[in-house]
């Protein structure tokens, strides 16, 4: 079984239906834990993003009411998709992570080397998406309440996160909307988060080119679901006894994750950056070192012969400087 085809297939049938699923009468609704995004006409589904942004926008006091229960049940259909799945929403069905890894593929082709953090490095950057996260929860806020003290925020702030992230701009496009494209000058704040999003929209044609999944290390629905990482019904799996440190995993996962190379005491190993794309689980030589539950139910595990009989056939996603690194 090689997961990485099967795992291209389903993130192109996820990116059709939420790009424009609306247009065969596709709703799966605005609470999808995935960067489907609110800016695009004839989607089939709806990043919560947005949504949260609008809803956090409102005095304390309206959340003891009808404000309060609308938040809390966007959150709890959050909360289920999260538990049910868990990263997998990151790894298989977002379409802004599949538009990342077709990146990686075409630097891939053209024999672009890869490049990868330093170890020291991707510990303290993987932080950074909380920050945005908590940011994302209070700026909102700010717009209609006074916190710690401070005067309440022009509206100009509203949806601030959706303003500079680049899925705005360029997701909308295959439908053949370009109108995201812009700097706004109606406001020194809009100047600031349109340019932004201009600026990350840059990065993500950039270092696509040059590193797997750059900018989910910093996106805060990651880490929303991250919240939740432990008590998903998908988990990842390690026998430490099995695991052999031969480095294949580790080279091979788009994230990064030395964890899952290097840890001998935990077992869950669906860490904080992990999108469970189960490539670590594929190029795995040893029998059951590695194993993807659902309920607590293998579901794929690494196998020795499994894993010659791929090589035999070609792994079919190898870079030019790492076999397992593409």
């Not at 020291?120 to 717009?143: F, M």
């Not at 690494?302 to 079919?316: I, P, V």
Request: overall charge positive.
């Amino acid at each position: 079984m090689k997961v990485y085809r099967l795992r291209m297939a389903v993130q192109f049938v996820s990116f059709i239906i939420l790009v424009y699923g609306g247009l065969f009468a596709v709703d799966l609704g605005n609470r999808m834990p995935t960067f489907s995004c609110a800016y695009m006409d004839d989607r089939g589904g709806g990043c919560f993003l947005i949504g949260f942004q609008h809803m956090l926008s409102r005095p304390f006091d309206e959340f003891l009411g009808d404000a309060g229960i609308r938040l809390a049940k966007a959150l709890g259909i959050v909360a289920l998709w999260a538990i049910v799945l868990n990263k997998a929403w990151c790894g298989w069905i977002c379409p802004f992570g599949f538009l990342q890894d077709l990146m990686s593929k075409l630097r891939s082709f053209f024999s672009i080397d890869l490049s990868r953090f330093t170890w020291v490095n991707r510990k303290r950057n993987r932080s950074i998406k909380y920050i945005i996260l908590v940011l994302l929860i209070l700026i909102p806020l700010g717009i209609a309440n006074s916190i710690f003290g401070m005067d309440t925020l022009s509206r100009d702030w509203s949806v601030s996160f959706c303003q500079i992230c680049p899925a705005r701009l360029i997701l909308p496009v295959f439908n053949g909307d370009f109108s995201q494209f812009y700097v706004d000058f109606s406001s020194n704040v809009k100047i600031g988060l349109t340019s932004l999003g201009v600026v990350t929209t840059g990065l993500f044609f950039t270092t696509s080119f040059v590193k797997r999944r750059f900018l989910c290390s910093y996106c805060p629905m990651l880490a929303v679901l991250s919240l939740f990482d432990k008590i998903g019904l998908l988990s990842l799996k390690k026998d430490p006894q099995s695991c052999t440190r031969c480095g294949n995993c580790s080279r091979a996962c788009p994230m990064e994750i030395r964890e899952i190379e290097e840890e001998k005491v935990l077992t869950n190993l669906v860490t904080q950056d992990c999108t469970l794309c189960l490539r670590c689980v594929e190029v795995c030589p040893e029998d059951n070192a590695l194993q993807a539950r659902f309920c607590g139910i293998p579901i794929f595990s690494a196998t020795k012969s499994g894993f010659l009989k791929r090589q035999e056939l070609g792994d079919g996603n190898n870079s030019n400087n790492n076999k397992f690194g593409a």
